[in-house]
Every structure is written in C-alpha cells, then in structure tokens.
C-alpha cells in the first residue's frame, strides 16, 4: 500500500469519531442561551428588574409593528399589547379606528395567553356553549377568545401577545408577527386557512 492511500485509509478509520467529536462540539454550544438573549432584557437592565426571561421592549415594538404590518396586508385594523411574564404592559399599540372595546379584548387576550400559557382560541371552542364555566373563568380574569398567544423561546415564557379588533385575522396576526420576529412557531390549535377561523369574536 502507497504512502498515500496509507493515509487515506487512516482517515476514512478515524472519520466516525471525527464526525462525533464535532457533533459534540456543536450540540453543546449554548445556542438556546443566546438565542433567549436575543429577545429579552440582558445586562444591567436585567439585573435590576431582577430578571433574565421578559421580554424586551425592543422586541415587544418590533412584534407589534409586524402584526400592523400584517393587518395593513388583510385591510384591516387591530388593537395591540405586549406583556411581560408579570404581566405588566411592555408595549401596546392601537391602529385608527379601534374602539375601545377592541382595545380592551387585546389586554385581555394577552393576560388569558399569560395566565394558561396556551393560546386562547382552543378555550373559546371549549367554553361555548358552557355558561357557568365562562363565568367562573370570568372571576379569574380571563377572556377566552381567539387572538392570544404566549411568547415563549428556548421552553421560557418572556411573555404574551394580545390582538383584537379584527374578528378574522386577531390569532394569525398575533402568529404572524411572532413568526416574523422570534421565528418559526409552534402550529396553531386548529387548522384553518389564515384569516378564516370561524366562530371568532371581537
């Protein structure tokens, strides 16, 4: 055997392990860390609100100019709020037109994504046609109607997003944006065709 193709076979022998070493390598990165800091409030900020997982206001601005974006795109208009994971109001956002019942129902969608860490559309579907459970989920403080989502990066919860005021686009405007800013998104609960979810309210 040459010289050459002796190295050769020496290579291609050690190649398996080489290709481990480097997967190892790769996955123990902390690509998650970084990623979560993309979003959040990092530094001084974070040391003293004494947290590492709310979302940033950076973030919150950006998302809620997306789902504008996305409502301009459909010709429609929508009320908008950001909450931190305490569910204080980070950033909220009102296009022309809005009555104040469409801004209210965004502020509560938010707070019923935050408080369920789930989204609100699949509870409206559940609770239809139950009365005495809306009411009791009514004393907690939470509207169950499609266009609340949490945010959520890296399995953290740094906060929720509400929308309402355009009956069809509230839950895929809230998706849409997150898409667009935070990245690809779990599907939604059902699978309707962007803009059509029957049965959903102001």
Same mark, same amino acid.
């Given at each position: 055997?040459?010289?050459?193709?002796?190295?050769?076979?020496?290579?291609?022998?050690? *190649?398996?392990?080489?290709?481990?070493? $480097?997967?190892?390598? %790769?996955?123990?990165?902390?690509?998650?860390?970084?990623?979560?800091?993309?979003?959040?409030?990092?530094?001084?900020?974070?040391?003293?609100? *004494?947290?590492?997982?709310?979302?940033?206001?950076? $973030?919150?601005?950006?998302? #809620?100019?997306?789902?504008?974006?996305? #409502?301009?795109?459909?010709?429609?208009? +929508?009320?908008?709020?950001?909450?931190?994971?305490?569910?204080?109001?980070?950033?909220?956002?009102?296009?022309?037109?809005?009555?104040?019942?469409?801004?209210?129902?965004?502020?509560?969608?938010?707070?019923?994504? *935050?408080?369920?860490?789930?989204?609100?559309?699949?509870?409206?579907?559940?609770?239809?046609?139950?009365?005495?459970?809306?009411? #009791?989920?009514?004393? *907690?403080?939470?509207?169950?109607?499609?266009?609340?989502?949490?945010?959520? +990066?890296?399995?953290? %919860?740094?906060?929720?997003?509400?929308?309402?005021?355009?009956?069809?686009?509230?839950? $895929?405007?809230?998706?849409? #944006?997150? $898409?667009?800013?935070?990245?690809?998104?779990?599907?939604?609960?059902?699978?309707?065709?962007?803009?059509?979810?029957?049965?959903?309210?102001?």
């Amino acid at each position: 055997m040459s010289q050459f193709s002796n190295r050769v076979f020496r290579i291609r022998r050690f *190649l398996p392990v080489i290709t481990l070493l $480097t997967c190892a390598i %790769l996955f123990h990165t902390p690509a998650a860390a970084q990623s979560l800091d993309k979003f959040v409030v990092i530094g001084d900020a974070a040391k003293k609100a *004494l947290t590492k997982v709310e979302i940033s206001a950076e $973030t919150a601005e950006k998302l #809620a100019k997306a789902c504008e974006a996305y #409502a301009i795109e459909h010709n429609t208009a +929508v009320s908008i709020f950001i909450l931190s994971p305490s569910g204080s109001i980070v950033h909220a956002h009102r296009m022309d037109g809005q009555g104040p019942i469409n801004i209210d129902t965004a502020l509560y969608k938010a707070q019923a994504a *935050l408080y369920n860490r789930r989204p609100t559309s699949p509870f409206e579907k559940q609770y239809e046609t139950d009365l005495s459970a809306q009411v #009791a989920r009514l004393k *907690l403080g939470q509207y169950y109607v499609s266009g609340g989502l949490p945010i959520i +990066v890296d399995d953290q %919860l740094i906060g929720a997003i509400g929308v309402g005021g355009s009956r069809q686009y509230d839950e $895929t405007c809230a998706y849409e #944006a997150l $898409t667009k800013v935070i990245g690809r998104q779990p599907p939604l609960p059902a699978s309707f065709p962007a803009g059509s979810r029957p049965g959903s309210k102001k």
